[in-house]
Every structure is written in C-alpha cells, then in structure tokens.
C-alpha cells in the first residue's frame, strides 16, 4: 500500500511499479469549474503521496437526472485545466444516475520501486514536515453557511487546487521512505496512521502548524464539519495531551481535509531545507514534530494561534 488509504502499487520490474487510486467528492465549493479542479487534484494525491507520477485518469462522475448537464461541463472543464497543468491525461470515465452530485477521477502512475513513499516508512529521529495549511473541512463548512470571508474562501480555494506534485519531489529529492497525504481523517487521524505503521510515537508542536486564516476564529465559534468531530472523537484514544493544548487546537488537529497537503519525514536535519525548497515554489510548509520509537501514540503540545 502506499498511503495507507486507497492506493495501491503494482510491480512491473527494474525498478518501476505502477501506481493506483481512485476517490470522488462532494462540492466543496459553489463553482463548478473550481470543484472540477479541486477534485481531480484532490483524486491525484495519493499518486504523489506514494512518490509517484500520475499519468492516466477516468472520471468518475455520480450526477442527478434533473440537474443541468452544463453545470456538469464546467466540472469535467475544470479536471481537465488540472491535467493539462499536472502532465496527466483524462481518457475517459463513467457517469451513473445519484441524487447527490459526486465527481473524482480513477487514476494509474508510474513511480520508482526503490523509492515509493509508504506509511511504514518513518523513522525514529526524523522531523515531520507538512506541506500545506490545515482548516479546509471549516472552511468548506463557513462557505456552505454563506459565513466565510472572502480570505478564507480565497486561500481554500487557492490550497485545493495546489498539486502536491514539487511536495512529493522535495521528499523525494531529501530522502523521505514514509509519508501521508493529510485527507478525510485529518492531521492526527493520518499523522496515527503512518506512526502506528512506522512503529513509532510522534512529538506534534500545534504551535507550528500552518492553518489558513480565520478558522480558528470560526471554529471556536462552532462552525465544525461533523467529520472532523468524529474525527477527534475516534483519535483521542491515542493522544497524549499537554497542558497547554486547547480544545480548538484539538479540533482543528482533527478537521477533515479535502486536496490537503503532504506529511513526510526527513533525517539528518535536513526539516528546515525541506520548508525552505517548499517555501521557494509557493507552499505553506512546517516543520511540525519529530518522530521517537514507540507504537503510534501522538504527544501534542502547543496551540494553534487564533
């Protein structure tokens, strides 16, 4: 496996594998165009997050009889500008009849053998760098309620639609073996996940972690998707909580991503130079805790600033 979600590595030989996932979402945004987008970059994620290329892509598209097939041309147009920038290629797909408006892609990519990124793969010692801001799931909540600034609204946007492509380079080019793209489970639930599988405990400083502008504000206010409640509830169980941690730290540790970031670990102190290059392309980047033996538990210290 590689991220440990939904992907899956195919070994073809000297060296190279072939790369699988496959995932579709909900509207996260008012429009299409933009969902188009996000949710393609969104369905790519997990090629990158195993250090892979994609190159090939279906659409997966749930659409309800009744609602404008235009509307539906402007979601597949928007797929379709994030393939052309990411070097990958839309050959095809399938539509069925929902209710709920769905859309993603099935994707294949080619990644070295010797070098797939997996959640096994972190090691005691190495800093954990995160590659974009968290707080999407109460961003994508404020917007549906129609009480997201324009900020906000803006820079969500702007973070779905960033590939994780030059994250996974960085990673790769630094020396990373383990790492996670940050989804539906949120940081802890991804950051327990990757520890569990590496064999290790994890020390996460909140203080470090980026998050887009005013979600904070808006969930100390209450404006909290259900899946990132669940999210805190299910995780808890493997938390070790200082003192200092406040409970919309907690929550915000714990919100549900769409399109989010990389999670990856680096030895040799190399967790600085790797913000640094990501910085250098246009990422939000952080070193946010480092990696000591143990079994999967997450020591959280800090607070995400308001």
């Known amino acids: 496996m590689g991220s440990g979600d939904d992907a899956a590595v195919w070994r073809l030989g000297q060296e190279r594998a072939l790369v699988f996932t496959a995932d579709f979402i909900t509207p996260v945004v008012d429009d299409p165009f933009q969902w188009g987008w996000i949710a393609a970059t969104n369905s790519v994620s997990d090629i990158y997050a195993m250090g892979g290329k994609p190159m090939i892509a279906l659409n997966l598209v749930c659409w309800p009889a009744n609602l404008d097939s235009g509307i539906l041309s402007q979601v597949l147009a928007g797929a379709e500008g994030a393939a052309r920038e990411g070097g990958w290629l839309v050959v095809g797909g399938h539509t069925v009849d929902d209710p709920v408006p769905k859309f993603g892609l099935a994707v294949i990519g080619e990644a070295n053998e010797l070098q797939v990124l997996r959640l096994s793969g972190l090691r005691p010692g190495e800093e954990l760098v995160i590659t974009k801001p968290i707080g999407i799931g109460v961003a994508s909540t404020a917007i549906k309620r129609a009480l997201a600034p324009a900020r906000l609204e803006q820079a969500a946007i702007s973070s779905m639609r960033t590939s994780n492509a030059q994250a996974a380079e960085v990673a790769l080019e630094l020396g990373a073996a383990g ?17 569990e599988a590496s064999g290790v405990d994890v020390e996460l400083d909140a203080s470090q972690v980026p998050v887009l502008p005013e979600v904070a504000r808006l969930a100390s206010e209450g404006v909290i998707p259900s899946g990132s409640l669940r999210n805190l509830s299910w995780v808890m169980e493997w938390v070790d909580r200082h003192d200092d941690v406040d409970s919309v730290s907690l929550q915000l540790l714990a919100d549900a991503q769409t399109s989010g970031g990389l999670l990856f670990g680096v030895g040799g102190g190399k967790g600085q130079k790797a913000v640094s290059m990501l910085e250098a392309s246009g990422h939000t980047a952080s070193v946010v805790g480092v990696a000591r033996p143990g079994s999967g538990r997450l020591q959280i210290q800090g607070k995400i600033a308001p």
């Open 179 to 195: 790492a996670t793209d940050i989804t539906g489970f949120g940081l802890l639930g991804h950051l327990h996940g990757m520890a």
